[in-house]
């Protein structure tokens, strides 16, 4: 079964679902598109500091590709992926990046040779980009060292703009008391999540396409929604098993992948229905599209309340929203007592925070200020006389999903009473 005649047999001219990451190969989703302009937005502002985090397989590594493939000659930059290191190793692995020989040295030695380094470029006029990959090994010491670097400046601005990528335990990380003066350094944090259905057939549509298929018809309708269920959207995922469906297609001299196929992949592969994809989690979006048809995977609603009056209830899906008294926010409040930019609120996989922005008022949780805080479902917090009331979209959907589950045991409960007094059978 050589390679040659696995793609002569689907018109292809290269493998389309191979794992290496190729920029070439890059689907641009929303959250691939908005997580490469974070990246860019390092680049023009001065103080860039940008954390991005995602799932294994959610093409981290590819984006970090595409985005050092377009970069001007004015900027030079360099990437450590190796980060299980000490504090005096990174220091090494990042001067070695930028051409140095940096070993048997001091750290401070180390620290003025990067500082000089920095200097001079900007004395050049470039500007200097540091990505670390797979961050979520750096441990808390290293970060440290992260923040230190960044604070590089001249006497007009910072002279180091930072990339932090990982999965998923760098946030928690970054949750650490220890690391608070860093979390304030960093201006711009997003979570790359899986793929929605649309968003997975046009991926591999455009893989295929890419690799030389002229036609859309390699794989039929019903194969779709299997990948969706065993993959859950996360492009390695789809990758693996599109590729493994490919194999067992072409073994059976089929021309056309159908959902069989993809069965027969999972099944070659050991996989189970992806945790994200199991039935309740079809229940709960069906309940949430019901109440609101525009709410598909919104997951935060927040209720804003002035004078015990509510003026607006607004819903969001999994991201960054700002709330502040400018009309360009997606949460818009028109009072003197609110910043332009007053908080943001970041809802991702496991809940919401909400942020203090350095706002002129603050943030308050009853009568307690907070600069960061995870929102509980239910929570009320004030900016000025304006309140905000927090509600979990997801978790009100699994509550109204038992309630109806329990009303209906109970109405085949009384049915079944029904019964027994009539003298039949339920």
């Not at 030695?109 to 004395?123: R, V």
């Not at 590729?243 to 027969?264: H, N, P, Q, R, Y």
Request: aromatic share 8%; net charge negative.
């Amino acid at each position: 079964m050589p390679a040659m005649s696995y793609l002569k047999h689907f018109n292809l001219t290269e493998q389309p679902f191979r794992l290496t990451p190729d920029p070439d190969f890059l689907y641009w989703s929303k959250q691939h598109a908005r997580a490469k302009a974070y990246m860019e937005s390092t680049i023009w502002l001065a103080d860039g500091f940008v954390v991005i985090t995602g799932e294994i397989g959610s093409g981290k590594t590819t984006l970090l590709q595409s985005f050092l493939s377009e970069l001007e000659d004015d900027v030079v930059s360099a990437v450590v992926s190796q980060t299980q290191l000490t504090p005096t190793e990174f220091l090494q692995a990042v001067l070695t990046e930028f051409g140095f020989k940096p070993f048997n040295k001091r750290k401070v030695e180390l620290l003025d040779m990067l500082n000089m380094f920095l200097i001079e470029q900007y004395s050049n006029g470039k500007k200097v980009v540091l990505i670390i990959d797979e961050a979520q090994n750096l441990s808390k010491k290293v970060l440290e060292e992260v923040r230190m670097i960044s604070g590089i400046e001249t006497h007009k601005e910072k002279v180091l703009r930072i990339i932090l990528a990982g999965q998923p335990e760098l946030k928690d990380t970054l949750e650490s008391a220890s690391l608070k003066q860093l979390v304030q350094r960093v201006r711009l944090r997003f979570h790359i999540g899986p793929l929605d259905r649309r968003e997975m057939r046009d991926y591999i549509e455009r893989r295929l396409a890419v690799a030389g298929r002229t036609n859309a018809d390699l794989f039929a309708d019903d194969s779709f929604d299997v990948v969706y269920r065993f993959s859950g959207g996360v492009p390695r995922l789809i990758n693996t098993l599109c590729d493994t469906a490919l194999l067992c297609a072409f073994a059976d001299e089929k021309m056309l992948v159908e959902g069989i196929d993809i069965l027969s992949a999972a099944e070659e592969l050991n996989w189970k229905e992806h945790e994200s994809n199991t039935g309740v989690y079809d229940q709960l979006r069906q309940l949430e599209m019901d109440r609101n048809p525009k709410a598909e995977n919104h997951v935060t609603r927040i209720e804003v309340r002035t004078d015990d009056e509510t003026v607006a209830e607004l819903t969001f899906p999994l991201g960054r929203v700002i709330v502040g008294r400018s009309p360009d926010n997606e949460i818009y409040i028109q009072s003197k007592f609110v910043s332009r930019h007053h908080a943001q609120l970041v809802s991702d996989e496991s809940g919401c925070v909400i942020e203090d922005l350095n706002s002129t008022n603050g943030v308050f949780l009853g009568e307690k200020q907070v600069k960061k805080y995870r929102l509980r479902d239910g929570d009320k917090v004030s900016l000025g006389v304006h309140e905000l009331i927090y509600t979990d979209l997801r978790e009100a959907s699994i509550q109204n999903l038992h309630k109806a589950e329990d009303d209906g045991d109970s109405g085949n409960s009384a049915d079944a009473a029904d019964s027994a007094a009539n003298g039949t059978q339920a």
